[in-house]
């Protein structure tokens, strides 16, 4: 079994929801905080909170009629979507995970983060997110990394043990 190296957590857990202003008030009673609220090429809404020292918690909702979490919700209902890991190398991660057999799809580079998703299609049957982020994304962002990351700091090879 091949395993990579690299530093990695939980970003959050992404939930489908059909509404998030109906979806919320769950999360404020939890103790959530709402870091953003985004709309993704009229395709979905993401609104991402903060609970307690650092966790994280993301409600999309579709906003779009044809888009994949209008066939999710149609299919599954309200719930658990997927899981983001923030890793400090995806091509590492990557590389593991294909060595051992598991698909990963729809990998990308942007300026600002890199993704790939390991298909739900695993002994798991979690969708999860792989996320590096990259220095442009919290230069052009307006948020103070406390709210932008996890533990006020994108990971980064140097944070290896």
């Not at 991660?93 to 890199?114: C, H, K, L």
């Not at 002994?123 to 948020?143: I, S």
Request: charged share 25%.
């Amino acid at each position: 079994m091949k395993h990579h190296n690299t530093p990695i957590h939980v970003e959050h857990v992404g939930i489908a929801v059909e509404s998030v202003r109906d979806a919320e008030p769950v999360l404020v009673a939890l103790g959530c905080q709402k870091l953003l609220d985004d709309t993704v090429d009229d395709q979905f809404r993401w609104a991402y909170y903060r609970l307690g020292d650092g966790s994280r918690l993301e409600l999309i909702e579709p906003t779009g009629a044809d888009s994949f979490l209008t066939n999710y919700l149609d299919a599954n209902g309200p719930g658990l979507h997927h899981v983001t890991l923030e890793v400090a190398d995806i091509g590492a991660v990557v590389e593991a995970m294909e060595a051992n057999g598991f698909s990963v799809v729809d990998y990308e580079r942007r300026d600002e983060w890199s993704e790939a998703f390991v298909s739900p299609r695993n002994p798991t049957g979690t969708l999860f997110q792989l996320m590096e982020y990259h220095d442009a994304y919290e230069r052009n962002r307006p948020h103070p990394p406390e709210e932008l990351f996890v533990a006020g700091s994108r990971l980064s090879a140097s944070d290896e043990d």
